[in-house]
């Protein structure tokens, strides 16, 4: 095993990490200031975040090329509006004590992305992998059929908008963080809107007499980049299925947290349809470990 690989491995991991332990703390202790308010900031202050890194990474050149071709701007919109879903989505989950939901579509969405490949790009299915996806679709029958009003929905909007997130991104290949900063500016006026509904009627957090609390909030914006930039980098060191297998490290401390920490409930239900689903992923990634 080389150091860059190495490297790469301990740089997605910290990423996985990062998101499923460091990014639910500071996302649950700022729920305060409300779901939809904290999901404005998080447009913002990634955008303003993206800003700054482009010029620090000398990245306006890829910008601006990008931006002269229509079809990259078209899919770049789309796949702008699927990030903006699944955040929103997962700060509710957060904001409303279902990160046990939320785990559940990160872990099912590796899962369902080998199905969009084999729908959209025509990616080859082996029998392991098409078990995999039968036993996801088995854990969500299961949990419409039996139980309506535990049904995870908030994960499976996290697991679909960003399964299709990652598809229309693979169609145009384009650098990570330059999408998704055209993403957000495409989300911006948006963000502006709303948030200055929010401030016309006063139930703003983030306000210019508190400044410790717009610093809290102003770290929305890194906490969801400097993530994105780890796992990133990670898997141009060490590659896609490697990378692909430590993420599982994100929904597994989501669980963990929602659980333990947090004491989210959990019923029996949720419990057999989590079991389909740990299945599936063993087998998954048992799969793309002889494959790779």
């Not at 535990?150 to 990652?166: D, E, H, K, M, T």
Request: charged residues 10%; positive net charge; aromatic residues 20%.
């Amino acid at each position: 095993m080389n150091k860059e690989f190495e490297k790469g491995l301990l740089l997605a991991g910290f990423g996985s990490f990062w998101w499923g332990f460091f990014g639910v703390i500071y996302f649950k202790y700022v729920a305060f200031i409300g779901h939809i308010e904290l999901v404005i900031h998080r447009c913002l202050w990634t955008t303003f975040t993206l800003i700054v890194t482009s010029f620090f990474f000398s990245k306006w050149n890829i910008f601006f090329k990008l931006i002269k071709n229509k079809f990259n701007l078209f899919y770049l919109f789309i796949s702008g509006i699927l990030i903006f879903i699944n955040w929103g989505v997962w700060i509710y989950a957060i904001a409303t004590n279902r990160i046990i939901d939320a785990s559940f579509g990160y872990f099912i969405m590796p899962i369902l992305s080998v199905l969009l490949g084999y729908i959209f790009f025509k990616e080859k299915l082996n029998k392991k992998r098409i078990f995999s996806i039968i036993l996801v679709l088995v854990s969500i029958i299961f949990l419409t059929l039996l139980s309506i009003k535990s049904l995870p929905w908030v994960g499976l909007i996290v697991a679909f908008s960003w399964g299709f997130y990652n598809l229309v991104r693979k169609k145009i290949n384009v650098d990570t963080d330059v999408g998704l900063l055209i993403e957000s500016l495409f989300i911006l006026p948006i963000a502006l809107i709303i948030f200055s509904m929010i401030v016309s009627n006063g139930y703003n957090d983030f306000k210019l007499s508190n400044p410790p609390m717009m610093l809290l909030i102003f770290l929305a914006g890194p906490m969801t980049v400097l993530p994105l930039f780890l796992y990133v980098k990670g898997v141009e060191l060490c590659g896609l299925g490697p990378a692909g297998m430590i993420f599982y490290i994100t929904p597994t401390f989501q669980f963990l947290l929602g659980y333990f920490y947090y004491n989210e409930p959990f019923s029996i239900i949720k419990l057999v349809s989590f079991i389909f689903i740990w299945i599936a992923v063993i087998i998954y990634l048992k799969d793309l470990h002889e494959t790779d």
